[in-house]
């Protein structure tokens, strides 16, 4: 099993409508969870952190977490084309040796279509 | 924007040369990790450097190498290269204990022939 795992892509949705990208983790004592956004060709650019139970909100975008259920979601609300990139899910396992290591899942590719 | 700058943007080797990456942290951020991603990957850790001293590693082996000087910049060695060693390479700077939120680097897209 994969350490962080996000749902298979690409997804593709019209523009305005709301993109759900789904991520699922393995360390139950994982304690941060992070959205980065990644354009072709380009570095992974932070959109969303998000440390406790419940949803965050930020703009267009919304964290949701669910530590019993080692889940967490990110939604993006009047998708516009400018979103269509490839959205990491990633996971900080935070002690021991490796503090601030990132595990990151495979990525989803969003496709926004005009 | 966020301040971390790595250089080279791009690098061409041969297998078997040795390589050197480097990062320069965002201002005020003690700690640096470096990732490897290859096309159509999430990035994947190689190690963590907090202080000067390397505080974690992944699966990555001995012929990746890492130092963090004293103004937090830092430097990643690749030896002996393979050509599976072909990837972006990002740096990431951080403050440690500050929520361990990591800001990328523009990367240094290596390939190796």
């Known amino acids: 099993q994969k350490e962080v795992e996000q749902n298979s892509g690409p997804l593709s949705v019209p523009e305005g409508a709301i993109a759900s990208l789904n991520c699922t983790y393995s360390?139950?004592?994982?304690?941060?969870f992070f959205w980065y956004r990644q354009y072709s060709g380009k570095s992974p650019e932070l959109i969303m952190s998000?440390?406790?139970?419940g949803d965050k909100e930020d703009g267009r975008f919304t964290a949701q977490l669910n530590k019993a259920s080692q889940y967490v979601s990110l939604l993006i609300r009047d998708s516009q084309p400018s979103d269509s990139a490839t959205y990491l899910c990633?996971?900080?396992?935070?002690?021991?040796?490796?503090?601030?290591?990132?595990?990151f899942g495979q990525g989803t590719i969003l496709t926004v279509h005009p | 924007e966020t301040g971390v700058t790595q250089s080279p943007t791009h690098l061409i080797k041969t297998r078997g040369q040795q390589v050197t990456l480097r990062c320069s942290s965002q201002?005020?951020?003690?700690?640096v990790s470096w990732y490897q991603q290859a096309l159509g990957q999430g990035p994947q850790f190689i190690f963590q450097?907090?202080?000067?001293?390397?505080?974690g590693r992944g699966n990555f082996p001995p012929r990746f190498s890492g130092l963090q000087f004293p103004n937090y910049s830092s430097e990643l060695n690749v030896n002996a290269l393979e050509l599976d060693d072909s990837a972006l390479y990002l740096c990431?700077?951080?403050?440690?204990?500050?929520?361990?939120?990591?800001?990328f680097g523009a990367g240094t897209r290596l390939s190796v022939l």
């Open positions: 450097y907090y202080r000067e001293e390397e505080n």
């Open positions: 990431a700077s951080s403050l440690a204990g500050v929520q361990n939120i990591q800001y």
């Open positions: 990633a996971v900080n396992s935070a002690g021991g040796t490796s503090y601030g290591k990132l595990t």
């Open positions: 998000i440390y406790s139970n």
């Open positions: 360390d139950r004592v994982s304690q941060s």
């Open positions: 201002s005020g951020h003690n700690t």
